[in-house]
Structures are given as structure tokens and as C-alpha cells.
T-cell receptor
Framework: QKEVEQNSGPLSVPEGAIASLNCTYS??????FFWYRQYSGKSPELIMF??SNGDKEDGRFTAQLNKASQYVSLLIRDSQPSDSATYLCAVNWGFGNEKLTFGTGTRLTIIP | DTAVSQTPKYLVTQMGNDKSIKCEQN?????MYWYKQDSKKFLKIMFS???????INETVPNRFSPKSPDKAHLNLHINSLELGDSAVYFCASRLWREGLGETQYFGPGTRLLVL
């Protein structure tokens, strides 16, 4: 059973600080990795994807991938109250494969 | 201009009933999905269709039957509803671009409550 694990939280971070969200996955051969954000009562939306080891930056968001350690993380710089949401890590075991496996999500609260 | 739409948004019904949820995407994508999200926010894939053909069928009771009349529509019919079927059901469609990767676009969800 291929698994994706996240700390469910809640994770509380002061406004303006860096929020760090982590995700581990069980299959060493996994190819592509995604972070989705889900506001309460809403649907998930893609915010970042990463395929290669290292860092990928997009605005205030940085995704980090370490395939040797089988973890992927999301850093949110200068956290804003609007970043308060559940963040879902998702893994595609094959590149271009249709199936995404989601983690259980981490609930993030930014404290003003 | 809703990209992925679902109806109904809310569904409250009695145990044992049969109900359907409809999904439509106007993005021109070939692949569509049904996911179930339980009360703990765990999002689990149920089915996937590619251009009307079933390609993923997870361990889902056969009371759940998807139907894709064309690649823009994927409906979900549920027979003999049980209390444990209460959840939010999300439809999604997938854009895959060689070299650029993929994005899944989710519908607004259907909140099903079985009494």
C-alpha cells in the first residue's frame, strides 16, 4: 500500500513568520509531487508541484524535494491570515500516471 | 465560467435510497475523477475515466457506479445508501502537458448526508 503521510496539525504560525509543512511518502520510485490548498468548505486547488530534487520557488511559496529521504516540504514565507487552510500533499507514483495519492492534510492557522 | 461543476451541491437522504451526482467540465480535458473526502479531510480516489473509458477503479463497493456519457461528463450513481457514505464527493478533471506536468481541477463538491 503506497502511502503519503502528513502531520495533521493544527500548525499555528504567527503572521509574517515562515510556515513549514512536511510530507513523507512510502514509494521510493515516486515521480511527481504536489501541494494543494483547501480552504474550509471549499475544493482543493493546486499551489505548487515539483519533480526534481531541490527547491522550487513561486512567490512566497517554496517546495522542497528530497527523494533520498522520501520527503517533500512546503515553506510559506511572510505568512498571511489568508494562508490559513488545510494543505494537502499529493504524490504521483508514475510520471504522467493518472493516479494521485493524497496525504491526510495539515491544518495551518496563521495568527494575526 | 465554472470549469468543473457538480450537482447537487447538497444532498440529504435516507439510508437505503438511490441517488446520483452529476459532474461536467468545460476545460476540454480527457481525464476525470471522483474522490471521496471524509470528515477527517482524507481525500481518496474512487474512479477515473479517460475519454469515457474507466481506467482507475479503487476498492469501492459496487453500490457505486460511475458513468461517462462523453468526455465532458462523469456521473456517479449510488445504490442503497449507507450511513458511512456520508462525505463530500469531489469531481475533478486533469490537464496533462508533456514536459510541464499535470494539474487537477476540482469541482465545488457535493456534500452527502445519509440519515
Amino acid at each position: 500500500q503506497k502511502e503519503v503521510e502528513q502531520n495533521s496539525g493544527p500548525l499555528s504560525v504567527p503572521e509574517g513568520a515562515i510556515a513549514s509543512l512536511n510530507c513523507t511518502y512510502s514509494d521510493r520510485g515516486s515521480q511527481s509531487f504536489f501541494w494543494y490548498r483547501q480552504y474550509s468548505g471549499k475544493s482543493p486547488e493546486l499551489i505548487m508541484f515539483i519533480y526534481s530534487n531541490g527547491d522550487k520557488e513561486d512567490g512566497r511559496f517554496t517546495a522542497q524535494l528530497n527523494k533520498a529521504s522520501q520527503y517533500v516540504s512546503l515553506l510559506i514565507r511572510d505568512s498571511q491570515p489568508s494562508d490559513s487552510a488545510t494543505y494537502l500533499c499529493a504524490v504521483n507514483w508514475g510520471f504522467g500516471n493518472e493516479k494521485l495519492t493524497f496525504g491526510t492534510g495539515t491544518r495551518l492557522t496563521i495568527i494575526p | 465560467d465554472t470549469a468543473v461543476s457538480q450537482t447537487p451541491k447538497y444532498l440529504v437522504t435516507q439510508m437505503g435510497n438511490d441517488k446520483s451526482i452529476k459532474c461536467e467540465q468545460n476545460l476540454g480535458h480527457d481525464t476525470m475523477y471522483w474522490y471521496k473526502q471524509d470528515s477527517k479531510k482524507f481525500l481518496k480516489i474512487m474512479f477515473s475515466y479517460n475519454n469515457k473509458e474507466l481506467i482507475i477503479n479503487e476498492t469501492v463497493p459496487n453500490r457505486f457506479s460511475p458513468k461517462s456519457p462523453d468526455k465532458a461528463h462523469l456521473n456517479l450513481h449510488i445504490n442503497s445508501l449507507e450511513l458511512g457514505d456520508s462525505a463530500v464527493y469531489f469531481c475533478a478533471s486533469r490537464l496533462w502537458r508533456e514536459g510541464l506536468g499535470e494539474t487537477q481541477y476540482f469541482g465545488p463538491g457535493t456534500r452527502l448526508l445519509v440519515l
